[in-house]
Nanobody, 112 residues
């Protein structure tokens, strides 16, 4: 299982970012995928999950209405569109295969 995140960076409060996670080493279209995040000094926390076919999603309460998880099974890629970002969203964001497997993470920093 290999998961490679990209798309993180520094963004102003109120801004947007789109994270991508390229997957390989398993049958992507058969697997639910999720995003987690970990802020400095805090435990890793769930952000969003999407079913294998993309028809079902779920979100942590603080990101509902601001973040959107999606996937392209033809490209073996899962995305996290993040809008209306605030400093509390600052964290390392990790792609996760629900049945097991983590990426190395991509840093998102929201600051003026």
């Amino acid at each position: 299982v290999q998961l490679v995140e990209s798309g993180g960076g520094l963004v102003l409060p109120g801004g947007s970012l789109r994270l991508s996670c390229a997957a390989s080493g398993f049958t992507f279209s058969n697997n639910a995928m999720s995003w987690y995040r970990q802020a400095p000094g805090k435990e890793r926390e769930f952000v969003a999950v999407i079913s294998s076919g993309g028809g079902s999603t779920n979100y942590e309460d603080s990101v509902k209405g601001r973040f959107a998880i999606s996937r392209d099974n033809a490209k073996n890629t899962v995305y996290l569109q993040m809008n209306s970002l605030n400093p509390e969203d600052t964290a390392m964001y990790y792609c996760h295969r629900v049945l097991g497997g983590w990426g190395q993470g991509t840093q998102v920093t929201v600051s003026s």
